[in-house]
């Protein structure tokens, strides 16, 4: 028995809905430029050893005192310690400071460095208030904002599309680029509206110029 060959048009439908559906997905790979120069690296280093310990004088001593702290004109370092408290080990700073440290970042020019890189490499194209991004390798995307639900799929630093708003107990209703809707923990995933850093050399030296979260 033969088998019918498919025509030119069918293979062109196929070769076009496999097009689509690699284009739809957006990979956003970690980045860190960090090391391109020896004097910024040592800086951050020192910076994140000073999170870590929750040192809030090396912190301040590292914040320019310029410092933009939102969008609302309230800047400079007393705005940010009025803010950020820093002098409380409860801080919220220590967790929101060392998430943007650990998550890398790209330099833009010689005299500024711009973290973490979902904010620094986001894509120009895509909504920012729309997706988000995977932050970690192999993350479980579940069908119910449970941990022991079932997995719909897996997704490597792939950027989904929001289904709604972030939910309080921690998870966040996303949408696969194949139209699959689910879960992702908020912790395994960040958009680039979330808090960032942007430093700067000035008067010879590396400091926190902004510090600041939405649009």
Same mark, same amino acid.
């Given at each position: 028995?033969?088998?019918?060959?498919?025509?030119?048009?069918?293979?062109?439908?196929?070769?076009?809905?496999?097009?689509?559906?690699?284009?739809?997905?957006?990979?956003?790979?970690?980045?860190?430029?960090?090391?391109?120069?020896? !004097?910024? *690296?040592?800086?951050? =280093?020192?910076? +994140?050893?000073? /999170?870590?310990? $929750?040192? &809030?004088?090396?912190?301040? #001593? @590292?914040?320019?005192?310029?410092?933009?702290?939102?969008?609302?004109?309230?800047?400079?370092?007393?705005?940010?310690?009025?803010?950020?408290?820093?002098?409380?080990?409860?801080?919220?700073?220590?967790?929101?400071?060392?998430?943007?440290?650990?998550?890398?970042?790209?330099?833009?020019?010689?005299?500024?460095?711009?973290?973490?890189y979902v904010?620094?490499?986001?894509?120009?194209?895509? !909504?920012? *208030?729309?997706?988000? =991004?995977?932050? +970690?390798?192999? /993350?479980?995307? $579940?069908? &119910?904002?449970?941990?022991? #639900? @079932?997995?719909?799929?897996?997704?490597?630093?792939?950027?989904?599309?929001?289904?709604?708003?972030?939910?309080?107990?921690?998870?966040?209703?996303?949408?696969?680029?194949?139209?699959?809707?689910g879960y992702?923990?908020?912790?395994?995933?960040?958009?680039?509206?979330?808090?960032?850093?942007?430093?700067?050399?000035?008067?010879?030296?590396?400091?926190?110029?902004?510090?600041?979260?939405? !649009?």
């Amino acid at each position: 028995m033969s088998v019918a060959r498919p025509t030119c048009r069918c293979v062109a439908w196929l070769l076009a809905v496999l097009a689509g559906s690699v284009d739809a997905q957006v990979v956003l790979t970690p980045v860190d430029e960090a090391a391109m120069q020896p !004097d910024f *690296f040592s800086f951050r =280093a020192q910076l +994140a050893t000073a /999170v870590a310990r $929750r040192d &809030a004088a090396a912190v301040l #001593a @590292a914040v320019d005192e310029r410092v933009r702290t939102g969008f609302g004109g309230d800047d400079g370092r007393a705005a940010f310690e009025r803010q950020w408290l820093p002098d409380r080990p409860d801080s919220r700073l220590w967790e929101a400071l060392g998430a943007v440290l650990a998550l890398g970042g790209s330099f833009t020019g010689t005299q500024q460095f711009s973290a973490p890189y979902v904010y620094s490499r986001w894509p120009e194209d895509l !909504d920012a *208030f729309e997706h988000v =991004a995977v932050i +970690a390798s192999d /993350v479980r995307l $579940r069908a &119910a904002p449970r941990a022991d #639900a @079932a997995a719909i799929g897996r997704a490597s630093f792939l950027v989904l599309e929001l289904a709604g708003p972030a939910r309080e107990d921690g998870w966040l209703p996303v949408r696969t680029p194949d139209g699959r809707a689910g879960y992702v923990a908020r912790a395994l995933a960040r958009s680039p509206l979330d808090y960032r850093a942007i430093f700067e050399r000035r008067d010879g030296r590396w400091q926190l110029v902004a510090f600041v979260s939405g !649009d």
